[in-house]
């Protein structure tokens, strides 16, 4: 039991700290494409939210292949850290909590992160031998 929940825990975290590089990574190539060209972000707003999804889905994606077990388990828990991560920076950094539309971006978040974990836990792990 100890060993599965070690697992299942670092497995999590392999999925928030996925999320966090594409974010990252993101962050810096659209920053870049700001800074030196005349993009404004209005304009690439769209297209910001959507690569924010999909960096959630593959961090569920990633701690489900990696848990092997309970993909939307491990996948919700994966989003809901993350979720609950960006709500201590903004609340702790800026003293607000999430606005009603950032909730329900969270809430979808959560919920994307389990499709991921869902779907890593079937394409990734392969057949289970007990």
Same mark, same amino acid.
């Given at each position: ?7 299942? @825990?670092?497995?999590?975290?392999? #999925? ?13 190539? =659209? ?11 209005k304009s690439i ?10 960096? /959630? =889905?593959? #961090?569920?994606?990633?701690? #489900? ?5 309970? #993909? ?20 702790? @950094?800026?003293?607000?909590? =999430?606005?009603?539309?950032?909730? /329900? ?10 499709? @991921?974990? /869902? ?12």
């Open positions: 039991m100890k060993i599965e929940a070690k697992k299942l @825990g670092a497995s999590i975290l392999y #999925g928030v700290i996925a999320i966090l590089l594409l974010g990252v990574v993101t962050s810096m190539i =659209f920053s870049l494409i700001l800074h030196f060209t005349e993009t404004q972000e707003n769209l297209l910001i939210t959507i690569i924010s999804f999909f960096s /959630v =889905f593959a #961090g569920g994606f990633i701690c #489900g292949g990696k848990g092997k077990q309970k #993909g939307w388990l491990i996948g919700g828990a994966t989003g809901l850290v993350y979720s609950l991560l960006i709500l201590m920076y903004q609340y702790l @950094g800026h003293s607000a909590l =999430f606005t009603p539309e950032q909730l /329900v971006y969270h809430i979808c978040y959560i919920l994307t992160a389990m499709m @991921g974990g /869902v779907l890593g836990v079937n394409i990734l792990s392969g057949p289970v031998h007990n």
